[in-house]
C-alpha cells in the first residue's frame, strides 16, 4: 500500500480546494440565473393574462357596479388608453379579403368590425379597408386620413393579421384580377364558412365591394360578438390631430357647463332621399327631387312626404325639434351643441329653435377657422369630430336613427349607459299634430311626451330580436350586450327574472 507524505497531501489538498469554491460559484451563478429568468416569465405572464383579461372584460376594471361603469379617461367620454401590445397569433393564412366601405362614416365603422370578424372566422389576412369615396359626399379620404392605423393594426395582431396593401404579386398592375363581390347582408357565420370560404380554394384575393350591414345582429357566436366590440370600442381610434380637435371642443363645451348633443339631421343629402320635405317651401322641395333623381343608383324616386312621415320615416325638422326638447323637460340655458353638417335652410330653419335655446353652438362658433380648415370638404372627418362631442355629451339627442345615432348610443352604453334620448318619432308626430292643431294643450302634449320616452333614455335593455325581419329588429351596434356583461345569459346585468340566452 502506497504511503504518501504530509506534503504531498497538503499539495492535492491545495488543489482540489480551489476546484470546490469554482463549483459553489457555477451553482450559485446558476441559480441566480434560473430566479432572474423565472421571475420575468412569471411577470410576463401576468402582463398577458392582466391585457387579455381587460380586453375582453373591460368593465370589470372600470370600476363595474350595478350597471354604472366609472372609467380613467383624459375627456369624460373618451375610451380608455391603448393596452399593452399580445404576441400576434400565428394561423395558416386561407387568403387576402380586400374590402371598400360604403355610405358615411359610421356606416362604415360598422362594416370595419363586421370584417375584421369575418377575417378571424375565415383565417384570413385582411387588407386596411378602403372608404368610400364615390357617395354623395365625396370624400377623398383615406382610412389613415380618419383612424390611426398602426394602433389598428397592432391593437388587433392577436386575433387577425392585418396588411396595408396586397403583395405585389396580386396589385391589378401586374394584371392580377381578384373575385369581386358582394356578401349578402345580414350573413351569420355559416354563410362565410360555408359559401365564401370555399371560393379561396380558387381565388387568392376576394374583394368585398358592399360592406354594409354583412353580419347579422344575433345568432353568431360569442367571441365573435366580443371582437365585434373590441375592434369598436379600442381598435377604431382616431388620428391624433381628430382626437386633439375633437377634445378639445368637448373641453371647451364642459368649461360652460353641460351641454346636449343633438344630432339634427336636418340634412340635404337625408331630405333628399328620405324625400322628407316637411317644412320646406315648394322650390326647396323641387331642389330635393332634383337631386335624388341625380343619383341613379337611388332606386326610390316618387316619394310621398307626409305619408314617410307619419310612419316615423323622417327626421325631426328643427322647428319640431325644439318643441320637443322643451316639452322635456330641457332648461332654455343649456348648451346645445349641433352634431350634423350644414342644416338645410341655413340659419332661417335654426331661429325657432335658437329662440328657445340660445345657446346653440356648433363647430365653427367654437374652434378657430383655421383649426377647422385641414377638415373642410371631408365631410367624414368633420363626423368623427362630432362623434367624439356627441360621446361625451351630458346627454345625446338625436332626431333620426341613423348610423351615426345607433353607433353613438352604442358607446354611450359602454360607457356606463350615458344618456340617449331615443325619440319615437311616429308618436311625436302625432302629438305634434295634436298640439298644433289645437287638441291638446301644452301642458297635456308635455306630459305625454315626457311619459311616452320614460323608457327610452338608453337604460339597459335586451336588444330585440325579430327572427326573419334584421332591419326591423335592434341593431348590434346600438345596444352590443354581449360586451356590457360577464356571462353568457347576461343575468348579472338584467337578472334571472329576464334570462334569455345571448344569440
Not at 395582431?157 to 396593401?165: F, G, H, T, W
Not at 311619459?451 to 332591419?471: F, Y
Request: hydrophobic share 40%.
Amino acid at each position: 500500500m502506497e504511503v504518501r507524505s504530509e506534503s504531498e497531501v497538503h499539495v492535492r489538498s491545495e488543489k482540489v480546494l480551489p476546484l470546490q469554491g469554482q463549483m459553489i460559484q457555477r451553482t450559485r451563478l446558476k441559480v441566480l440565473f434560473i430566479r432572474v429568468c423565472s421571475s420575468i416569465l412569471i411577470w410576463t405572464c401576468l402582463v398577458q393574462l392582466i391585457a387579455v383579461w381587460k380586453l375582453y372584460n373591460p368593465r370589470w376594471f372600470s370600476g363595474f357596479t350595478g350597471y354604472t361603469t366609472k372609467m380613467s379617461v383624459h375627456v369624460e367620454g373618451t375610451l380608455p388608453s391603448p393596452l399593452p401590445l399580445l404576441p400576434p397569433r400565428n394561423y395558416t393564412n386561407n387568403g387576402f379579403l380586400q374590402v371598400s366601405c360604403n355610405g358615411g362614416l359610421n356606416q362604415m365603422r360598422a362594416a370595419i368590425c363586421d370584417m375584421v370578424t369575418v377575417a378571424r372566422l375565415l383565417n384570413l389576412t385582411l387588407v386596411v379597408p378602403e372608404l368610400d369615396k364615390t357617395s354623395f359626399w365625396a370624400d377623398p379620404s383615406n382610412f389613415d386620413d380618419i383612424f390611426d392605423v398602426r394602433h389598428f393594426i397592432d391593437s388587433l395582431r392577436d386575433e387577425v393579421r392585418i396588411i396595408k396593401r396586397l403583395p405585389k404579386r396580386f396589385n391589378r398592375r401586374y394584371g392580377y384580377q381578384p373575385l369581386e363581390m358582394p356578401p349578402v347582408s345580414w350573413s351569420n357565420e355559416k354563410y362565410y364558412l360555408q359559401q365564401i370560404l370555399p371560393l379561396f380554394s380558387k381565388h387568392q384575393v376576394i374583394h368585398f365591394n358592399r360592406t354594409d350591414t354583412r353580419l347579422a345582429n344575433n345568432g353568431i357566436p360569442l367571441e365573435l360578438q366580443k371582437l365585434r366590440c373590441r375592434v369598436n370600442f379600442q381598435a377604431l381610434k382616431f388620428t391624433p390631430d381628430i382626437e386633439a380637435l375633437g377634445e378639445k371642443l368637448v373641453q371647451m363645451l364642459q368649461e360652460r357647463g353641460p351641454f346636449v348633443a343633438l344630432h339634427l339631421r336636418y340634412e340635404m343629402d337625408m331630405l333628399a332621399f328620405s324625400g322628407c320635405t316637411h317644412g320646406c317651401t315648394e322650390e326647396e322641395a323641387e331642389e330635393l327631387k332634383r337631386l335624388r333623381y341625380a343619383f341613379p343608383w337611388w332606386r326610390e324616386k316618387e316619394i310621398v312626404s307626409e305619408e314617410k312621415r307619419s310612419q316615423g320615416l323622417c327626421p325631426l325638422t328643427p322647428e319640431e325639434a325644439a318643441l320637443i326638447l322643451q316639452a322635456l323637460g330641457f332648461d332654455k340655458d343649456i348648451q346645445i351643441y349641433i352634431a350634423s353638417g350644414d342644416i338645410y335652410g341655413g340659419e332661417r330653419r335654426l331661429a325657432s329653435l335658437r329662440a328657445v335655446f340660445p345657446k346653440i353652438v356648433k363647430k365653427d362658433m367654437l374652434l378657430e377657422p383655421g383649426e377647422l380648415q385641414h377638415f373642410q370638404n371631408h365631410s367624414s372627418q368633420m363626423a368623427a369630430l362630432d362623434f367624439i362631442v356627441s360621446t361625451a355629451s351630458n346627454v345625446f339627442v338625436p332626431t333620426y336613427d341613423g348610423n351615426m345615432a345607433k353607433v353613438v348610443e352604442g358607446h354611450r352604453r359602454y360607457l356606463g349607459f350615458k344618456k340617449t334620448i331615443r325619440l319615437d318619432r311616429k308618436r311625436l308626430v302625432e302629438l305634434l299634430d295634436l298640439h298644433q292643431n289645437g287638441t291638446l294643450t301644452w301642458d297635456e302634449f308635455t306630459a305625454t311626451v315626457r311619459q311616452s320616452h320614460e323608457g327610452r333614455m338608453g337604460q339597459l335593455a335586451r336588444r330585440r330580436v325579430i327572427a326573419d325581419k334584421p332591419k326591423e329588429e335592434d341593431y348590434f351596434y346600438a345596444n352590443p350586450q354581449e360586451c356590457l356583461c360577464e356571462s353568457k345569459t347576461c343575468d348579472d346585468l338584467f337578472g334571472p327574472d329576464n334570462s334569455t340566452a345571448v344569440q
